[in-house]
């Protein structure tokens, strides 16, 4: 009884693992050691999805990420900041005006004309050319100009890219439109 029991096992295991829908340990650690091996700069979607948790807490809810639609930055400290668009289904629709995405950052920034401390935050762009930052209680900490960007070629529904001319910011878009950032020194 005992072998036939192993046997099955095996054989339920070797079906499981050889189902184009099974994800693999090592697929899993690949994606992880890619994220935590990368250069200092811009993380791919792939990267930064990997470490992304799947769901974060937002005004009393969960909400799964859309990793598809994530980046992120590694500093010069290996560091990070990450975003990634949120699925806001089950948020009422005062929230989802403004809350679109989510920040993780471990590094202070200067974000557009604003300093934020490490944390997580909800964010949203909103009319006016405006990027809002809330806590995780969505009470709005500030807001902040966006620019629109017509000359983008290839625009994502959020992706972060160098700010030409500069070696230490970087743009995050929703869409065309974007704002600013770089690690700060100081929150003061």
């Known amino acids: 009884m005992k072998t036939m029991f192993s046997v099955r096992s095996m054989l339920l295991a070797a079906a499981l693992f050889s189902s184009p829908?099974?994800?693999?340990?090592?697929?899993v650690l690949q994606a992880q050691?890619?994220?935590?091996?990368?250069?200092?700069?811009?993380?791919?979607?792939?990267?930064?999805?990997?470490?992304?948790?799947?769901?974060?807490?937002?005004?009393?809810?969960?909400a799964p990420i859309q990793a598809r639609n994530s980046?992120?930055?590694?500093?010069?400290?290996?560091?990070?900041l990450l975003a990634a668009l949120v699925d806001t289904s089950g948020y009422s629709t005062a929230v989802k005006e403004?809350?679109?995405?989510?920040?993780?950052?471990?590094?202070?920034?200067?974000?557009?004309?604003?300093?934020?401390a490490p944390g997580a935050y909800g964010f949203g762009f909103i009319a006016d050319?405006?990027?809002?930052?809330?806590?995780?209680?969505?009470?709005?900490?500030?807001?902040t100009t966006t620019t629109r960007d017509a000359a983008l070629p290839r625009p994502n529904p959020l992706q972060i890219l160098p700010d030409?001319?500069?070696?230490?910011?970087?743009r995050l878009y929703l869409g065309r439109s974007y704002v600013t950032f770089e690690a700060a020194t100081k929150l003061n």
């Open 21 to 27: 829908f099974a994800f693999s340990s090592d697929t």
């Open 33 to 62: 050691t890619s994220a935590a091996t990368a250069k200092v700069g811009i993380l791919n979607r792939e990267q930064a999805g990997a470490i992304l948790p799947e769901k974060v807490f937002y005004r009393g809810l969960s």
């Open 71 to 80: 980046g992120g930055v590694k500093f010069a400290d290996s560091k990070l």
């Open 98 to 116: 403004t809350y679109q995405a989510y920040l993780i950052t471990e590094v202070p920034l200067m974000l557009g004309d604003q300093k934020l």
């Open 129 to 143: 050319d405006k990027m809002v930052v809330m806590d995780l209680g969505a009470n709005l900490l500030f807001s």
């Open 164 to 170: 030409p001319g500069s070696g230490s910011r970087y």
